[in-house]
Protein backbone atom coordinates (compact mmCIF):
# COMPACT_ATOMS: atom_id res chain seq x y z
CA UNK A 1 0.00 0.00 0.00
CA UNK A 2 1.55 3.47 -1.30
CA UNK A 3 1.77 5.93 1.56
CA UNK A 4 -0.92 8.18 0.17
CA UNK A 5 -3.45 5.41 -0.24
CA UNK A 6 -2.00 4.54 4.15
CA UNK A 7 -2.45 8.03 4.79
CA UNK A 8 -6.20 8.59 3.36
CA UNK A 9 -7.37 5.12 4.88
CA UNK A 10 -6.42 6.75 8.38
CA UNK A 11 -7.78 10.43 7.49
CA UNK A 12 -11.17 8.71 6.86
CA UNK A 13 -11.62 7.75 9.93
CA UNK A 14 -12.89 10.03 12.75
CA UNK A 15 -14.60 8.70 16.27
CA UNK A 16 -16.44 11.88 16.39
CA UNK A 17 -17.84 12.26 12.76
CA UNK A 18 -18.74 7.95 13.33
CA UNK A 19 -21.19 9.23 16.93
CA UNK A 20 -22.73 12.16 14.89
CA UNK A 21 -23.72 9.61 12.01
CA UNK A 22 -24.91 6.66 14.38
CA UNK A 23 -26.91 9.48 15.96
CA UNK A 24 -28.55 10.22 13.07
CA UNK A 25 -29.26 7.24 11.42
CA UNK A 26 -32.70 6.77 12.34
CA UNK A 27 -33.77 10.28 11.38
CA UNK A 28 -31.39 9.45 8.04
CA UNK A 29 -34.07 7.15 7.13
CA UNK A 30 -36.95 9.11 7.94
CA UNK A 31 -35.85 11.83 6.11
CA UNK A 32 -34.69 9.39 3.53
CA UNK A 33 -38.60 8.23 3.15
CA UNK A 34 -40.52 11.26 3.45
CA UNK A 35 -38.39 12.61 1.01
CA UNK A 36 -39.39 10.13 -1.52
CA UNK A 37 -41.19 11.15 -4.66
CA UNK A 38 -43.48 8.84 -5.01
CA UNK A 39 -44.87 10.13 -8.54
CA UNK A 40 -41.66 9.80 -10.41
CA UNK A 41 -40.93 6.29 -8.49
CA UNK A 42 -42.17 2.91 -8.54
CA UNK A 43 -42.09 -0.59 -7.00
CA UNK A 44 -41.24 -1.14 -3.29
CA UNK A 45 -41.06 2.69 -3.12
CA UNK A 46 -44.83 3.20 -4.31
CA UNK A 47 -46.20 0.34 -1.67
CA UNK A 48 -48.91 1.84 0.92
CA UNK A 49 -48.71 -1.78 2.91
CA UNK A 50 -47.73 -0.87 6.12
CA UNK A 51 -45.66 -4.04 6.38
CA UNK A 52 -43.45 -3.55 3.17
CA UNK A 53 -42.83 0.39 4.31
CA UNK A 54 -42.11 -1.05 7.46
CA UNK A 55 -39.63 -3.33 6.08
CA UNK A 56 -38.21 -0.89 4.12
CA UNK A 57 -37.36 1.23 6.44
CA UNK A 58 -35.73 -1.28 8.38
CA UNK A 59 -33.39 -2.15 4.96
CA UNK A 60 -32.56 1.79 4.79
CA UNK A 61 -31.73 1.73 8.86
CA UNK A 62 -29.74 -1.95 8.39
CA UNK A 63 -28.14 0.05 5.58
CA UNK A 64 -27.00 3.57 7.15
CA UNK A 65 -25.68 0.84 10.55
CA UNK A 66 -23.51 -0.88 8.08
CA UNK A 67 -22.24 2.39 6.11
CA UNK A 68 -21.36 4.67 9.10
CA UNK A 69 -18.89 1.34 9.59
CA UNK A 70 -16.61 3.16 7.08
CA UNK A 71 -15.63 5.78 9.21
CA UNK A 72 -14.08 3.65 12.42
CA UNK A 73 -12.79 0.87 10.58
CA UNK A 74 -10.41 0.43 7.45
CA UNK A 75 -12.14 0.54 4.08
CA UNK A 76 -10.62 -2.44 2.72
CA UNK A 77 -12.89 -4.01 4.99
CA UNK A 78 -15.74 -2.15 4.03
CA UNK A 79 -17.62 -4.28 1.37
CA UNK A 80 -17.69 -7.69 4.38
CA UNK A 81 -20.03 -5.62 5.88
CA UNK A 82 -22.27 -5.39 3.26
CA UNK A 83 -21.89 -8.80 1.54
CA UNK A 84 -24.87 -10.62 3.80
CA UNK A 85 -27.30 -6.81 3.01
CA UNK A 86 -26.69 -6.59 -0.73
CA UNK A 87 -27.24 -10.60 -1.08
CA UNK A 88 -30.76 -10.19 1.05
CA UNK A 89 -31.65 -7.30 -0.73
CA UNK A 90 -30.92 -8.59 -4.32
CA UNK A 91 -33.13 -11.64 -3.29
CA UNK A 92 -36.05 -9.63 -1.69
CA UNK A 93 -39.53 -9.71 -3.95
CA UNK A 94 -40.21 -6.21 -3.55
CA UNK A 95 -36.89 -5.03 -4.83
CA UNK A 96 -37.43 -7.60 -7.77
CA UNK A 97 -40.22 -5.94 -9.18
CA UNK A 98 -38.64 -2.95 -8.87
CA UNK A 99 -37.02 -1.11 -11.64
CA UNK A 100 -33.48 -1.28 -10.83
CA UNK A 101 -32.90 2.40 -12.23
CA UNK A 102 -35.39 3.56 -9.31
CA UNK A 103 -33.24 1.36 -6.75
CA UNK A 104 -30.03 3.10 -8.09
CA UNK A 105 -31.61 6.70 -8.30
CA UNK A 106 -32.25 5.61 -4.34
CA UNK A 107 -28.66 4.80 -3.45
CA UNK A 108 -27.78 8.22 -4.96
CA UNK A 109 -30.09 10.06 -3.46
CA UNK A 110 -28.61 8.62 0.07
CA UNK A 111 -25.06 9.27 -1.04
CA UNK A 112 -26.39 13.04 -1.01
CA UNK A 113 -27.78 12.71 2.28
CA UNK A 114 -24.14 11.62 3.80
CA UNK A 115 -22.52 14.57 1.75
CA UNK A 116 -25.27 16.83 2.82
CA UNK A 117 -23.93 15.35 6.56
CA UNK A 118 -20.41 16.23 5.88
CA UNK A 119 -21.40 20.35 5.47
CA UNK A 120 -23.49 20.17 8.55
CA UNK A 121 -20.92 18.23 11.00
CA UNK A 122 -18.47 21.42 9.30
CA UNK A 123 -20.65 24.16 10.26
CA UNK A 124 -21.29 22.21 13.50
CA UNK A 125 -16.78 22.89 14.51
CA UNK A 126 -15.99 24.96 11.77
CA UNK A 127 -12.41 25.15 13.45
CA UNK A 128 -12.00 21.74 14.59
CA UNK A 129 -11.43 19.90 11.45
CA UNK A 130 -8.85 20.72 7.89
CA UNK A 131 -10.37 21.43 4.21
CA UNK A 132 -8.85 18.29 4.00
CA UNK A 133 -10.45 15.95 6.03
CA UNK A 134 -13.79 17.13 5.16
CA UNK A 135 -12.80 16.36 1.40
CA UNK A 136 -11.38 12.53 2.13
CA UNK A 137 -14.70 11.57 4.04
CA UNK A 138 -16.61 13.44 0.89
CA UNK A 139 -14.16 11.07 -0.76
CA UNK A 140 -14.64 7.82 1.01
CA UNK A 141 -19.12 8.08 1.02
CA UNK A 142 -18.70 9.08 -2.81
CA UNK A 143 -15.78 5.56 -3.75
CA UNK A 144 -17.82 3.80 -1.24
CA UNK A 145 -21.45 4.23 -2.36
CA UNK A 146 -19.85 3.61 -5.92
CA UNK A 147 -18.58 -0.23 -4.71
CA UNK A 148 -22.08 -0.72 -3.08
CA UNK A 149 -24.04 -0.03 -6.17
CA UNK A 150 -21.75 -1.90 -8.56
CA UNK A 151 -21.76 -4.85 -6.26
CA UNK A 152 -25.73 -4.76 -5.68
CA UNK A 153 -26.17 -4.51 -9.32
CA UNK A 154 -23.88 -7.32 -10.02
CA UNK A 155 -26.23 -9.56 -7.60
CA UNK A 156 -28.96 -8.59 -8.34
CA UNK A 157 -28.06 -9.86 -11.97
CA UNK A 158 -27.10 -12.89 -10.73
CA UNK A 159 -30.73 -13.51 -8.70
CA UNK A 160 -32.30 -12.46 -12.16
CA UNK A 161 -30.70 -15.01 -14.31
CA UNK A 162 -31.10 -18.01 -11.54
CA UNK A 163 -34.88 -17.16 -11.70
CA UNK A 164 -34.48 -16.79 -15.63
CA UNK A 165 -32.56 -20.50 -15.46
CA UNK A 166 -35.26 -21.93 -13.12
CA UNK A 167 -38.70 -20.70 -14.92
CA UNK A 168 -37.11 -21.71 -18.45
CA UNK A 169 -36.33 -25.00 -16.44
CA UNK A 170 -39.97 -25.12 -15.84
CA UNK A 171 -41.31 -23.96 -19.12
CA UNK A 172 -39.16 -26.76 -20.87
CA UNK A 173 -40.60 -29.61 -18.63
CA UNK A 174 -44.07 -28.08 -18.96
CA UNK A 175 -43.58 -27.80 -22.53
CA UNK A 176 -42.50 -31.95 -22.94
CA UNK A 177 -44.83 -33.54 -20.56
CA UNK A 178 -45.43 -37.28 -20.76
CA UNK A 179 -49.05 -38.14 -20.68
CA UNK A 180 -49.49 -41.14 -18.43
CA UNK A 181 -52.45 -43.87 -21.04
CA UNK A 182 -54.12 -46.84 -20.37
CA UNK A 183 -51.38 -49.17 -18.35
CA UNK A 184 -47.96 -48.78 -18.63
CA UNK A 185 -48.10 -46.70 -22.12
CA UNK A 186 -47.95 -42.62 -22.42
CA UNK A 187 -47.80 -39.99 -24.94
CA UNK A 188 -44.88 -37.21 -25.32
CA UNK A 189 -46.92 -34.61 -27.70
CA UNK A 190 -43.93 -32.30 -28.43
CA UNK A 191 -44.87 -28.93 -29.91
CA UNK A 192 -43.48 -25.07 -31.70
CA UNK A 193 -39.60 -24.92 -31.98
CA UNK A 194 -37.52 -27.39 -30.39
CA UNK A 195 -33.61 -25.76 -29.77
CA UNK A 196 -30.52 -27.70 -28.98
CA UNK A 197 -31.01 -26.80 -25.14
CA UNK A 198 -34.77 -27.24 -25.28
CA UNK A 199 -33.72 -30.97 -27.06
CA UNK A 200 -31.89 -32.01 -24.33
CA UNK A 201 -34.04 -30.92 -21.75
CA UNK A 202 -36.62 -33.01 -23.27
CA UNK A 203 -34.23 -35.63 -23.50
CA UNK A 204 -33.46 -35.66 -19.51
CA UNK A 205 -36.91 -34.71 -18.45
CA UNK A 206 -38.28 -37.92 -20.62
CA UNK A 207 -36.22 -40.37 -19.38
CA UNK A 208 -36.96 -39.40 -15.62
CA UNK A 209 -40.53 -39.02 -16.21
CA UNK A 210 -41.09 -42.93 -18.01
CA UNK A 211 -38.75 -44.31 -14.68
CA UNK A 212 -41.13 -42.55 -12.48
CA UNK A 213 -44.31 -43.37 -13.57
CA UNK A 214 -43.49 -46.84 -15.33
CA UNK A 215 -43.97 -46.60 -18.57
CA UNK A 216 -42.93 -49.17 -20.97
CA UNK A 217 -44.11 -48.00 -24.13
CA UNK A 218 -43.90 -43.88 -25.12
CA UNK A 219 -45.46 -42.35 -27.92
CA UNK A 220 -43.48 -39.58 -29.68
CA UNK A 221 -45.59 -36.81 -31.39
CA UNK A 222 -43.59 -35.01 -33.40
CA UNK A 223 -46.85 -33.46 -35.52
CA UNK A 224 -46.81 -30.44 -33.41
CA UNK A 225 -43.26 -29.63 -34.43
CA UNK A 226 -42.51 -26.26 -36.63
CA UNK A 227 -38.78 -26.35 -37.09
CA UNK A 228 -36.25 -29.10 -36.46
CA UNK A 229 -32.24 -28.81 -37.10
CA UNK A 230 -29.45 -31.72 -37.32
CA UNK A 231 -28.56 -31.53 -33.87
CA UNK A 232 -32.24 -31.43 -32.48
CA UNK A 233 -32.74 -34.61 -34.69
CA UNK A 234 -29.94 -36.58 -33.38
CA UNK A 235 -31.14 -35.74 -29.46
CA UNK A 236 -34.26 -37.00 -30.68
CA UNK A 237 -32.74 -40.12 -31.96
CA UNK A 238 -30.99 -40.21 -29.04
CA UNK A 239 -33.63 -40.36 -26.80
CA UNK A 240 -35.25 -43.83 -28.61
CA UNK A 241 -32.00 -45.04 -27.93
CA UNK A 242 -31.78 -43.99 -24.22
CA UNK A 243 -35.55 -45.33 -23.70
CA UNK A 244 -34.50 -48.58 -25.79
CA UNK A 245 -31.64 -49.36 -23.53
CA UNK A 246 -33.79 -48.80 -20.20
CA UNK A 247 -36.63 -51.46 -21.54
CA UNK A 248 -38.71 -48.83 -23.13
CA UNK A 249 -40.35 -49.05 -26.79
CA UNK A 250 -41.18 -46.18 -28.62
CA UNK A 251 -43.56 -45.24 -31.56
CA UNK A 252 -42.88 -41.98 -33.74
CA UNK A 253 -46.21 -40.58 -35.18
CA UNK A 254 -46.60 -36.77 -37.15
CA UNK A 255 -43.28 -36.90 -38.63
CA UNK A 256 -43.04 -33.65 -41.60
CA UNK A 257 -41.45 -33.95 -44.36
CA UNK A 258 -38.46 -31.32 -43.48
CA UNK A 259 -37.65 -33.85 -40.26
CA UNK A 260 -37.45 -36.70 -42.56
CA UNK A 261 -35.33 -35.50 -44.62
CA UNK A 262 -32.66 -33.74 -42.25
CA UNK A 263 -32.91 -37.42 -40.53
CA UNK A 264 -31.95 -39.11 -43.92
CA UNK A 265 -29.18 -36.23 -44.26
CA UNK A 266 -27.50 -37.29 -41.05
CA UNK A 267 -27.90 -40.63 -41.75
CA UNK A 268 -30.03 -41.75 -39.28
CA UNK A 269 -31.97 -44.96 -39.67
CA UNK A 270 -35.49 -45.54 -38.74
CA UNK A 271 -35.16 -49.43 -39.06
CA UNK A 272 -35.63 -50.14 -35.50
CA UNK A 273 -38.27 -48.04 -34.70
CA UNK A 274 -41.98 -47.97 -35.17
CA UNK A 275 -43.69 -44.97 -37.44
CA UNK A 276 -46.97 -44.55 -37.91
CA UNK A 277 -48.38 -41.26 -40.10
CA UNK A 278 -50.87 -39.87 -37.50
CA UNK A 279 -50.66 -40.01 -33.66
CA UNK A 280 -54.61 -41.34 -33.93
CA UNK A 281 -52.48 -44.30 -36.20
CA UNK A 282 -50.46 -44.80 -33.72
CA UNK A 283 -52.66 -45.37 -30.70
CA UNK A 284 -55.39 -47.44 -32.79
CA UNK A 285 -52.37 -50.03 -33.51
CA UNK A 286 -51.82 -50.45 -29.76
Keep these: MSGEIRRRNILH ?8 LKQRAHHLTEEWYDSLDKSQTGGVYTSKDPEVIKALKAQNQEFHQRFIQV ?9 ELFEEWIEKIAKDGEHLSTPIQFIIKEFMRTRSQYL ?4 TFARLHPEDYSQEQ ?14 VIYHFVEETQKTADRQLKAQQEMIYELSSPVIKLQDDTALLPLVGDIDTARAK ?40 DALNLIGIKTTLSGIRPEIALTSMQLG ?19
Design 134 to 147: YNAWKDIIVRAHDR
Design 71 to 79: FAEEEKGFM
Design 201 to 240: MVLENTLKQCSEKRVSHLYIDLSGVVMIDTMVAHQIFQLI
Design 268 to 286: LTFDNISIKSTLSQALAAR
Design 13 to 20: RNQKFYNY
Design 116 to 119: DEVS
